[in-house]
Each structure stands twice: as structure tokens, then as C-alpha cells.
């Protein structure tokens, strides 16, 4: 779906008023999950005497209780009471094998047959690793291992500020570049600021610029306006395909143009690949768009959601400004990194037969095929049941639009409170599909991976018609 029709359907959308799932209903999909998993509800009251907020995992559903899950294979999950689940979260993204993939559990056992993760030492799973990542991305001269995509960004601008001797970074409003103290500012929905800045010290943000998303006019005049200051801009940050993984899509010939205007200003470019690369194309983003950035961030999807890590490679000149050594660096400025768990070999090994496996089963095309098939399904069922929702995907990250939370407006402040009950509406069908047997990431996007079926997505599709068929009690307009 091209960008002006996605951005005319959310117009439509917006406009749209709504009034979400009659809580009656949704009292009986709480009954439903509650009555299915009572194991589940009984580790969840344990787990919540012990866990903020009763999970570590940000993206389950809370309500009536989190379910806790005991085996996953393939596109399969199953949890304590024996449930089963199709699913599409697909651990935000970083799973495109299929869960426990054989051919990649079986090469991991031998691997942990003869190191443990805790080696501290270098060893010939990062030649492997980093040579096989080089192939595929011709950008990254040289990387360096982290635990998170979190870290991963952190080191990024860190890097980026030694190398330049400049001190801004740059992002776009809604951008999500995990949870450090420097880019927890103006994520997930525009305009939103210091929301979820909470116990970070505002000096920590003086140096992070936000941009309205798509707006190039307004990236060119702060570019030439920091330029002009002490400190200027060290890099520009930005998810290639659009806030929250196009949620908020990019126009056409963004990624271009922000290349361009990184060079006029000699900015560096930083691409969090942490969700497209290796799922949009195996050269991640960059490839897939054309552009080459200096630097490159990587997260779960590295090492197929084996633990841990993140990564950030990029040319080799500016790369070269890192160091988890102060002797090494003494007399010059360096970019000092460090993590005892830093390029272990479970990470390592997870990541070459990760990327060769994809590679060698073709999985990029063939989840990005059912991820077509599904949003076409989706799309025909929105139009039988004559709603403005819509559905699109790139590649094998899917997006459908039913009430479109991030796209409200909250600098008008009318509009915040309806952008958190949309949010709320959202919550609401990933709660109706979890009771119907499918996961999903929120309730409005999803991932598909190698082994997803068609028989899959029917079933998708038989489950969200659910959602449609209480919807239909209250829909306004249409």
C-alpha cells in the first residue's frame, strides 16, 4: 500500500468516532481467558508478590492475568493449562525461523556442548558472526557486540559524538530507540516529550532533538541552524521504515534525503535496524531502500532472540573511535564500551546460523508471502463488514489500522484523552484475539515468520472476525 492511501485511510480513521468494546463484552473475554488458564492465574498472583506489575515482558496482555507459557515450536505456543496459541508476535519481531527452530536448536546444543556463554574470551564463533554480517551488510566495516538493542543505540550516539566532537542527536517524534535516559524522550506517539521520562534528569535531554515525523523542511533548519552553534549535531537516528515500525509511515524518498542532508551538514546517519534487519531484507533496511548509513544498529533479531543481544557496526574510521580499554586509548578521545557478556559465544553462534539459516531457507520472502496473503484477507474482511480499517505490511511486518492511537494529535490537548482510549480500544482486540488462540503485538500489528501457513492466518482471520462482530454493536460511524 503506497504512502498517500495509507495516510488518507488514517484520515479517515481519526475522523472516525468510536466508543470501543461494550465493557459487558469484554467482561465475558476476561471470563473466557480466566476460565482456560487457572495455572496461569495462580503463577501470575505469585509472580506479581515478587515483579512489578506481576511481568518483565512489556508487550503481553495484563488483563485478567498474564499467561505464562511452558513450550513453543514453530508458529506454536502452548502455556501451562495446556492452551494453545498461533503466534504473531513472534518475540517483537525477532523470531523468523519459527519458535525452536530444529536446524538452529540442534547447532546451539553443540555449541553449548563445548563453551559456556560466560567464556570471556574471544572466540571463532565472532569471526564467524561478524564475517557473516559484513556479507550481508556491506555498511558495517567493523561491529562490536552488546546486550540489547537498548545498549546497541547507546553506544551508537556515544560513538557518534566522539567521532564528530559534536554533541546533538537528532530523531523523529514517535521514534522508539529503546529505553536509555537520552532517547526516552517523544517515543511511540508524536508530541509526547518527557511522557514517559519519568526519574530521567532533564539535563539528560538537552542534547536530543525531536523532529516531526516526516518533516525534512524542519530537519534542514534545525541541521542548519545547530550548525551554526557550539556543539552541533553529532547524528541523526531514525527507523527506516517510519516511527514504531511504520506505523507512522515515511514519505516517499525520506531515508534519501535525510542521507543527503547528513552529508551536506557532515552529520553521521544511524539506522536502527533493530526490528528490519535481516526480516525487510537480508541487508536489513538499508538495502531494501538503497541508502548506506554510517552506522548500524542491531537487536534480538541478530541472534534470533537467543540471549543477549544488540550490536552496532559501521564504517571502519568511525568505529575505530571505540574502546573497553583505558590504557589502549590514553591520550585520545574514545567512545569506551564494555559488557562482560559482550560477543559471548552463544550470541555469536546464534547469530551465524541465524543468518545462514534465513539465507539458506529463503525465510524473508517466504514470511513475507504470509504476510501478504494475510493482509489481503484482513483488507477483504474490512470491506464485508464495511469498516475504514485497513491493512499493510513490509515484507513480513504487518500493520492494520482499526483505531489509530499514535496517529492523534496531542499537542492539541483534546486530543490526548482520545488518544489513550483508542490506545485502550487497541489493548482491547489483542485481549479478544488472545482468547480466540492468537497472540499479536498490541492489537494492531503483528510478525510472520518462516512457518507461518495459510491455515494460520484463516484462523487469524476467523478470530479477528470475533472482534468485528462486537464491534459491530457500537461502531458510530462507518
Known amino acids: 500500500m503506497k504512502y498517500e492511501e495509507i495516510k488518507n485511510k488514517i484520515s479517515k480513521i481519526i475522523n472516525n468516532p468510536v466508543k470501543g468494546i461494550p465493557e459487558d ?83 546451539m546444543i553443540k555449541v553449548l556442548g563445548d563453551l559456556d556463554p560466560n567464556v570471556y574470551w574471544n572466540t571463532e564463533w565472532e569471526n564467524k558472526a561478524i564475517k557473516q554480517i559484513r556479507k550481508c551488510v556491506p555498511s558495517v566495516e567493523k561491529l562490536t557486540y552488546l546486550q540489547s538493542g537498548t545498549e546497541a543505540d547507546m553506544a551508537a550516539i556515544r560513538i557518534a559524538r566522539v567521532f564528530t566532537g559534536k554533541d546533538k542527536i537528532i530523531k523523529f517524534g514517535g521514534s522508539y530507540h529503546g529505553w536509555s535516559d537520552q532517547l526516552t524522550y517523544d517515543i511511540h506517539v508524536p508530541y509526547s516529550g518527557t511522557l514517559d521520562a519519568d526519574g530521567i534528569p532533564r539535563g539528560c535531554l538537552k542534547d536530543t532533538i525531536s523532529i516531526p515525523p516526516n518533516d525534512l523542511q524542519s530537519l534542514e533548519e534545525t541541521l542548519k541552524k545547530q ?36 552529508d551536506k551538514y557532515e552529520v553521521l546517519l544511524i539506522f536502527d535496524e533493530v526490528v528490519t534487519g535481516f526480516r525487510l531484507d537480508i541487508g536489513g533496511a538499508q538495502k531494501y531502500f538503497g541508502i548506506k548509513p554510517d552506522l548500524t544498529v542491531f537487536g534480538k533479531l541478530l541472534a534470533h532472540g537467543f540471549p543477549s543481544v544488540g550490536a552496532v557496526g559501521g564504517r571502519r574510521d568511525v568505529m ?66 464495511e469498516r475504514p480499517y485497513f491493512a499493510y505490511n513490509h515484507k513480513s511486518i504487518i500493520h492494520y489500522e482499526t483505531y489509530a492511537p499514535v496517529s492523534m494529535d496531542i499537542r492539541d490537548a483534546n486530543n490526548i484523552p482520545n488518544a489513550l482510549f483508542r490506545k485502550k480500544c487497541v489493548d482491547d482486540i489483542a485481549t479478544v484475539m488472545l482468547s480466540e488462540g492468537i497472540i499479536t503485538k498490541y492489537g494492531n500489528r503483528g510478525f510472520t515468520c518462516l512457518q507461518h501457513t495459510i491455515e494460520d492466518n484463516d484462523k487469524f482471520i476467523i478470530a479477528f472476525e470475533t472482534f468485528l462482530l462486537i464491534d459491530a454493536i457500537k461502531i458510530v460511524s462507518a
Not at 358 to 372: C, G
Request: charged share 25%; with cysteine.
Open 320 to 385: 575505530d573511535v571505540v574502546s573497553g580499554d583505558v590504557d589502549e586509548k590514553i591520550g585520545s578521545k574514545y567512545a569506551f564500551i564494555g559488557g562482560t557478556l559482550r560477543g559471548n559465544p552463544l550470541t555469536a553462534a546464534a547469530t551465524y546460523w541465524t543468518i545462514k539459516l534465513i539465507e539458506q531457507e529463503n525465510a524473508i520472502e517466504k514470511a513475507a508471502s504470509m504476510a501478504d496473503d494475510l493482509v489481503k484477507k484482513l483488507n477483504q474482511i474490512f470491506e464485508d463488514h
Open 227 to 262: 550548525s551554526a552553534k557550539r556543539g552541533g549535531v553529532a547524528a541523526v537516528i531514525v527507523e527506516p521504515l517510519g516511527s514504531e515500525n511504520g506505523a507512522i509511515p515515511i514519505q516517499p524518498g525520506f531515508n534519501k534525503t535525510v542521507r543527503e542532508l547528513c
Open 25 to 107: 463484552e469484554m467482561q465475558k473475554i476476561y471470563h473466557k481467558i480466566a476460565a482456560k488458564s487457572p495455572k496461569s492465574k495462580v503463577l501470575y498472583e505469585d509472580l506479581f508478590e515478587m515483579v512489578p506489575g506481576g511481568s518483565q515482558h512489556q508487550l503481553v496482555i495484563k488483563t485478567p492475568h498474564v499467561v505464562s507459557m511452558k513450550k513453543t515450536l514453530g508458529t506454536r505456543m502452548w502455556d501451562v493449562d495446556d492452551n494453545e496459541y498461533i503466534d504473531y508476535l513472534m518475540s517483537a519481531g525477532a523470531c523468523i525461523l519459527g519458535h525452536s527452530y530444529p536446524p538452529l536448536m540442534e547447532e
